[in-house]
């Protein structure tokens, strides 16, 4: 009959993440919808926000509740194995979701619109800042067209020199899969091998 | 595990694990979740947000699904998933975060699936 032991009888599924990062209006959801292998699922989280100043329209005046959207794909890597894309919150009011969502990531792909690269400096700022996870920067070439080199991105954007720039097309599964194989191969680059601990 | 500092943010989250996910396996959006005997009925003593989550989990899927999927926010499927976890009526997947060398082949075993998915 049926077991406790349910380690025994279930088969051991895993699941790892991919975060998609980048500025608002980037590019973010449509990667995700691109390489998921079902439309892009969105769902919410909702959070307290401290009050600033003279809120009188609630009824708790220290608190207001936001909530907060991320949306997520999904790719069977085998039978056992499931690999998540989870897009940010493009406004980075929202930075602790971001936390959050980027802890247990194997790697994150800031998306950066390369006809506003200003607003792409926040989110790289982050993973150069917090340096927790490899992350790689994709160029979302809107119409094709690319104004700078990577060269200029990298010193426009302050990008470790060993962070891999590539650009891409956000709207083209082919070419959103070719962006999650670079960063997995450059997170396999950096993987801990067998390093003290410390 | 370690949880990293959040920075220096005026808005504070009240869901997500806030602390309250007692459980030992980490239990992340992504972390697949089942219900650990599926042919057995929810118990009649769970919450009725409980017991939707029991039946859905009798497929495999992620805490961020269970959520999507019940209209439950994230925060609150995080800590009912962990009280059944608790409870042993849900059974928490292994979470492959490469942090540490062993889970090193299942990222290679990922990079060699992709390239098999995207040609
Ligand atoms: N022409 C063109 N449009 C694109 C491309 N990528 C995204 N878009 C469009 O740009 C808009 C923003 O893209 P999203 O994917 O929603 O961007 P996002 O980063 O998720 O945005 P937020 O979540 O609001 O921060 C949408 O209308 C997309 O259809 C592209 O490569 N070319
Ligand atoms: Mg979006």
Known sequence: MVSNDFSSDIPTKMSTKIVIAGGFGAGKTTLVGSVSEIPAVTTEAVMTEASVGHDDT??????????????????????????????????????????????????????????????????????????RIPYIVAMNRFDGRLEYTADQIREALEVSASVPIVDFDARDR????????????????????????? | MSYRKRRGSRIRPYTFTGGRTRSRHPLMVQTLVSTADPSTDAPAKLMPESQRIYRLCRETRSVAEVSAELKIPLGVTQVLLSDLAELGLVYIHPTITGNSPSENQVLERALRGLERLFQ
């Open chain 1, 174 to 198: 082919s070419s959103g899969g070719t962006v999650l194989k670079t960063l997995l191969r450059y997170a396999l680059s950096n993987s801990p091998v067998a390093a003290p601990v410390g």
């Open chain 1, 58 to 131: 609630s009824a708790t005046p220290q608190k207001v509740t936001t909530t907060v959207a991320m949306d997520f794909g999904r790719i069977t890597v085998d039978q056992q194995l499931i690999l998540y894309m989870f897009g940010t919150p493009g406004q980075t009011r929202f930075w602790f979701m971001w936390d959050d969502l980027v802890r247990g990531a194997v790697g994150a792909v800031v998306v950066v619109d390369c006809r506003r690269l200003a607003d792409s400096f926040e989110a790289v700022d982050y993973f150069e800042t917090n340096r």
